[in-house]
């Protein structure tokens, strides 16, 4: 997460426990980004909660990794992992969660 996303998210009552992040981050095209820390915080998304840590870098985007995306029900990969629901959906459900992550536009 960016820095302006993790100071918004502090103004806002973030309780997250920072740490020295030593890993080396890279864009795709190879440039490396610049890292502040690591935290440790805890999100929840309808009755799942999960332990999770997010590297703050100088300025950059929100992203959630495969494990913390699969633990909260946000990512299902395999047969059938479509069923039963639709795009426009995630909206609604996850509106809460997705507000807290100021780089993404809930259009519904």
């Known amino acids: 997460m960016g820095m302006n996303d993790y100071e918004?998210?502090?103004?806002?009552?973030?309780?997250?426990?920072?740490?020295h992040?030593?890993?080396?981050?890279?864009e795709y095209d190879g440039k490396e980004l610049e890292v502040i820390c690591q935290v440790q915080v805890e999100i929840s998304v309808g009755d799942k909660k999960?332990?999770?840590?997010?590297?703050v870098i100088k300025s950059g985007r929100c992203l959630l990794g495969?494990?913390?995306?699969?633990?909260?029900?946000?990512?299902?990969?395999?047969?059938?992992a479509g069923a039963g629901f639709e795009c426009k959906d995630v909206?609604?459900?996850?509106?809460?969660?997705?507000?807290?992550?100021?780089?993404?536009?809930?259009?519904?």
Not at 8 to 19: F, R
Not at 21 to 26: A, G
């Open 8 to 19: 918004e998210l502090k103004a806002q009552g973030l309780n997250a426990k920072i740490q």
């Open 91 to 108: 909206g609604e459900k996850y509106r809460e969660f997705l507000t807290l992550l100021p780089s993404l536009r809930i259009t519904s």
């Open 66 to 80: 495969h494990a913390t995306s699969k633990a909260l029900g946000l990512l299902r990969i395999g047969p059938g």
């Open 21 to 26: 992040c030593y890993k080396r981050l890279h």
């Open 50 to 55: 999960v332990n999770s840590q997010f590297v």
